[in-house]
C-alpha cells in the first residue's frame, strides 16, 4: 500500500489511451498507442498538473499563499502555474529565462493573461535564479506572503508523485487494454516526468520498459537528477525502493539544435501526425520524442527500443508551444 502525500484534484483524470490506427500501419509488427495526456484539461493541459496536484497541496499545507516558480519564457509549467494559481486564489510569480519579448505569445501570453507577475533573466544572469527565489520569499514575506518556491517543472521529490500516481492510472489502463505495452515513451526535460514513471513502474511491477527521449541536456544528466530526486523522495516520505538498482534509460540523439529549438523533421513529423490522425505535437517536447521514436521503431532490432511490439507514448502537452514558432512549418 503506498502512503499517499495530500493532494488536489485538479486534471480532469483519467485521461484515455487511444491506438494510432492509421499512422501505425506503416509498421507491420508494431502497434502505437497514446496516452492522452495532454487532455487533463485545458488551460492546464498536459504533464505538468499531475505534478502541481502535489506540489501544490504542499504550498497549501505549508499555509502558502503564494507560488514562485521558474523555466524558460515558453514553459508550459510556469502556464499551468499561472493559471491554476488564479483558479485556486494563489498569487504566481515567476522567474523566465530569456529577454522580455516586446508581444507575448503562447504560453506567456497566458502567463500575463492569467495575472502572473514575471521577472526575466538573461541566459547570462540565469545560473541565479534560485537566489532571485529566496529573495523573493523574504521580500514576500516582508508584505505578509509566504511563497513556496516550486524548481523548474516541478521536478523534484515532491513534483515525482504526478506521474507515480499516473502508474496507479496506467495500471488500470493496461487491464482495460488487455495487455501491458513493451514499452512507455515520454519527452524528458527537467526528468519528473521520467522519474515518476520509473519509480510508479518499481512501485506498480510494471514489465513495460520506462524510455525517455531527452529534449535538453543528456543521458548523464538525466541519471544524476532522477536518482538525486529519488533519494530525496524515499528520505522525505520513508519509501523503501532500490534507487542503485533503478534503469535510467534516456536515449540521446533527437535534441537537435538545443532546447527549444528543432529541426525540419520534426515539423514534418507533427505535420504528418496532425494530418494523419488529428493529434497534435509540439516542437519543443512531445514532436522531439514522438520523432526519436519512429525512428528507432523503424530500425527495428537493432535500434534502441528491441522487441517493440506495442508502445505507448506519453502525450504530455504543450501544444500552446506550437504557434511562437509556426513559422517553421512549410506547407507545400
Ligand atoms: C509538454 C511537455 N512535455 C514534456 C515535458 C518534460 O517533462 P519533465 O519536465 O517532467 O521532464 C515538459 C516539461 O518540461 C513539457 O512541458
Known sequence: MIDWPSRLQLAQLPTPVTKLEKFSTQFDDVSIYVKRDETTGVEVSGNKIRKLEFSIAEALDQSCDTLITCGGVQSNHCRATAVLGA????????ILRGEQPSKPDG?????????????YLSQQEWPAHIELAKKLQIDYLATGNKALFIPTGASDEIGLWGYIYACQELQ?????????????????????????LIVGADLFGFTAKIVAFNVSDNGEYFRKKIKEDVTLWMKRYKQPIDVANLTINTIEGYLGPGYGRAGPEIFATIAE????EGLFLDPVYTGKAFHGMVSELKKGESGQLPGARKVLFIHTGGLFGVFPQQGNFSFE
Open 273 to 276: 501526425l496532425a494530418a494523419s
Open 107 to 119: 504560453n506567456l501570453l497566458m502567463d500575463y493573461l492569467a495575472g502572473a507577475e514575471i521577472s
Open 87 to 94: 483558479r485556486l486564489g494563489l498569487k504566481v510569480h515567476l
Open 172 to 196: 488500470q489502463d493496461f487491464q482495460n487494454l488487455g495487455f501491458e505495452p513493451d514499452y512507455i515513451v515520454t519527452a524528458t526535460g527537467s526528468g519528473g516526468t521520467q522519474g515518476g
